[in-house]
């Protein structure tokens, strides 16, 4: 039983355009969020989050969206660069002090020159 | 400063066979948690460990266990080995002032096969 999901297991978009990578949850308990990219033969590292209070959050090129009656959040990436090439993990929890995390399975994202 | 250092790279073990892991964190974080990564299961959450107790603990079989020493560093034991265990196993660990995985600094993670 999947309660977060990533559709998409990869997506491919030009150099200079947008990246939008989506995530679908079923929990309503959820409040949590977070997207995680990682490189390979790396570990994942900590790229933006969002608590269930906002619907938007910003920092640089990534914004993470949540819409909560959809039980939908989506990450964009303006623009997109080649380095942004990384597969992408969305994660949720009840609570921001939880260190217990659900993740999706991942959207594998290639920027093209 | 040392990031968080996952022993050994790779490893490759039989069925029926026991494995241990280990994971150091960074100097000063007592949390640490670990993580099974399989391609068609994204990352599915094992345990989490502060202060050598168990706090969390994910929907894993006994098989799956693990302890975390007085100095923080911790392990992860899956004894009788199945060919699904075959993963990608990730340790993550977290400093006290920061709550949840926005703080998680993940190692580089244990490749192990079995065979």
């Known amino acids: 039983d999947q309660q977060v999901k990533q559709n998409s297991p990869s997506l491919s978009v030009q150099e200079g355009r947008i990246s939008i990578l989506n995530c679908d949850y079923t929990n309503s308990m959820f409040d949590y969020f977070l997207w995680y990219k990682k490189y390979p033969a790396e570990g994942p590292t900590f790229l933006i989050s969002i608590s269930s209070i906002k619907d938007k959050n910003e920092d640089g090129r990534f914004t993470v969206f949540l819409n909560k009656s959809a039980k939908h959040l989506s990450l964009h990436i303006v623009p997109s660069q080649p380095g942004d090439s990384a597969v992408y993990f969305c994660?949720?929890?009840?609570?921001?002090?939880?260190?217990?995390?659900?993740f999706g399975t991942g959207t594998r994202l290639k920027v093209l020159a | 400063k040392a990031g968080v250092t996952q022993t050994p790279r790779y490893l490759i073990k039989t069925r029926g066979q026991q494995v241990t892991l280990s994971c150091s964190p960074i100097?000063?974080?007592?949390?640490v948690s670990w993580y099974q990564q399989t391609p068609g299961q994204g990352l599915q959450f094992l345990f989490e460990y502060f202060s050598e107790t168990q706090r969390n603990k994910g929907n894993f079989p006994g098989r799956f266990s693990g302890r975390q020493f007085s100095n923080s560093r911790s392990e992860m034991n899956v004894s009788t080995l199945e060919l699904g265990d075959s993963a990608l196993y990730l340790c993550?660990?977290?400093?006290?002032?920061?709550?949840?995985?926005?703080?998680?600094?993940f190692g580089s993670g244990t490749r192990l096969t079995v065979v």
């Open positions: 100097s000063g974080h007592r949390s």
């Open positions: 994660a949720a929890s009840e609570g921001s002090g939880t260190y217990k995390y659900i």
């Open positions: 993550a660990s977290s400093p006290p002032s920061i709550g949840g995985a926005n703080g998680y600094t």
